[in-house]
């Protein structure tokens, strides 16, 4: 008997990919993309601290996953969680471990930090960069996160240290302590809830992970109450998504019948049998379409050894949270590419459900499918992105201020981006000078990288400054200070 859930089955899916512990598909929605892309430039060209900041089933960890997807060799990422019981010495140790040093358990915390310090100087020796990645930063205790200062500061001879990414609920107070610490507030990665069209998109793209192609299996009714009950949150969506799978398979067991995918190509095929019949014999009518919606009706059989009642309650309880969830269902452009889901499979007649408990009317309320689905219009096809504006002929690409300042000196990294003209817009809407502003082309992932980059400043202390007094849009894009000898860096053989 297979260990695969009994909605594998009934769905029609190759594989499982909403299994929790199984390598999850990566689908770039609300910004997910460029959070990687942000992530990934940080760790090369960056040494704050950065933090991927969001509610819980956000998508944190989806993004981390992703990262190591696509992780240059040149880095050297390790991950750890924090645990209530973490001790100071507990978590050095933890961080050796998982660099494969071999503590020991006699060790003393300073024994340890040098241990680690050693480490990271021998990587940075050879090229690579020691990263540290810590899930629930913000549970961390204080004293406990000042045992790692060390670590992350480097050597005592100014020998770079231990870069850090921190994943956390709630970045306020983490980074008032990393402040306590000498450390600076850190780079920002915040990431947004899913707009309506997003969660569309999400779930067809983990169906098509699956094997299911022609879009999601279920009703826009379905889709919306999916929505809703997740509040925007990607992770809360698809745990949503499989409880529903699973209570329709515990539900419908009682009927004898056969997966919907079987049922469907099953009555294609009597159709096509019957039709045949009926024209052989010289009829011109065409066959009486009841047959076929009484057919079509029949419910199939789901078979599962699902316990119905754990999983009413873990819905029931998201429902219950749902109730302080403010973000509603945000309504979509009209007539933009991007903001229509993808075209929809009307999903089997469900009788409805009787009356019950405050829990099963929310169930039922979820799992209650409409007789007859409209067909959702397809998404129209996007139309081409105008073409980037020629480099030699921008009085911002690379200019002259940026090639001539003085390596010992700071600009700030305002914008990074894939596409040139995206660049090039954001600076038309902030109405930027090409005197302090300018842009330069590099490579992220063997891929074009545009960077933009705003002032020049003697060092970062006087970098980090002058960002409270830039206007709000500038800010709002999270600059951060950048050492212009690194920019040059870029900009050699431009």
């Not at 690579?128 to 990645?133: E, S, Y």
């Not at 999601?216 to 949503?240: C, E, M, Q």
């Not at 300042?405 to 000078?433: C, P």
Request: proline letters at 9%; one cysteine or more; a negative charge.
């Amino acid at each position: 008997m297979s260990d695969l859930p009994s909605y594998v089955d009934y769905y029609g899916l190759n594989n499982d990919p909403f299994d929790e512990y199984a390598a999850h598909p990566f689908v770039p929605v609300a910004g997910r993309q460029k959070a990687v892309d942000t992530l990934l430039h940080l760790l090369q060209f960056s040494d704050d601290v950065i933090f991927i900041a969001g509610p819980v089933g956000s998508g944190k960890s989806a993004i981390l996953e992703q990262l190591i997807r696509q992780l240059p060799e040149n880095i050297d990422l390790v991950m750890i969680e924090v645990s209530e019981s973490s001790s100071d010495k507990e978590l050095l140790w933890d961080v050796a471990t998982q660099f494969k040093l071999t503590p020991d358990r006699t060790h003393s915390t300073q024994r340890l930090q040098l241990m680690i310090q050693a480490h990271c100087q021998s990587l940075h020796a050879r090229g690579q960069v020691p990263t540290l990645a810590i899930d629930d930063i913000d549970e961390l205790p204080t004293e406990v996160l000042a045992s790692l200062s060390p670590v992350l500061h480097g050597g005592l001879n100014g020998e770079p240290g231990l870069r850090l990414v921190g994943l956390a609920a709630d970045v306020g107070e983490i980074r008032r302590e990393l402040s306590t610490l000498g450390f600076a507030s850190g780079q920002l990665i915040d990431l947004p809830t899913l707009r309506y069209s997003d969660s569309v998109n999400l779930i067809q793209g983990y169906f098509a992970a699956g094997g299911i192609t022609s879009g999601v299996p279920f009703d826009n009714n379905t889709l919306k109450r999916l929505y809703k009950l997740s509040g925007g949150r990607p992770g809360r969506l698809l745990d949503a998504v499989k409880d529903f799978m699973l209570v329709e398979t515990q539900r419908r067991r009682r009927h004898r019948g056969v997966p919907w995918p079987h049922m469907v190509a099953g009555a294609a095929i009597i159709s096509a049998l019957v039709l045949a019949v009926l024209y052989q014999s010289g009829s011109d009518e065409p066959p009486d379409t009841q047959q076929f919606e009484l057919l079509a009706s029949q419910p199939p059989e789901l078979v599962s050894e699902l316990d119905a009642a754990a999983v009413r309650e873990r819905l029931a309880q998201a429902m219950a949270e749902r109730e302080v969830i403010t973000d509603p269902v945000q309504p979509e452009p009209q007539g933009s590419a991007s903001a229509q889901p993808a075209p929809v499979q009307p999903s089997p007649p469900t009788p409805t459900t009787g009356s019950g408990t405050l829990s099963e009317d929310k169930l039922a309320e979820l799992t209650q499918e409409t007789a007859q689905s409209t067909t959702s219009t397809p998404a129209p096809t996007p139309a081409p992105a105008p073409p980037a504006a020629t480099n030699q002929n921008q009085p911002f690409f690379a200019p002259d201020w940026l090639r001539n300042a003085n390596n010992s000196r700071y600009t700030l990294q305002v914008l990074g981006a894939r596409q040139e003209q995206n660049v090039l817009e954001f600076i038309a809407a902030n109405e930027l000078a090409p005197t302090q502003a300018g842009y330069y082309r590099t490579e992220l992932q063997g891929q074009p990288w545009y960077v933009l980059v705003f002032g020049d400043y003697s060092n970062a202390d006087s970098a980090r400054a002058a960002i409270t007094g830039l206007p709000a849009n500038l800010r709002a894009a999270q600059p951060w200070p950048r050492p212009i000898s690194s920019v040059k860096a870029d900009l050699s053989g431009q």
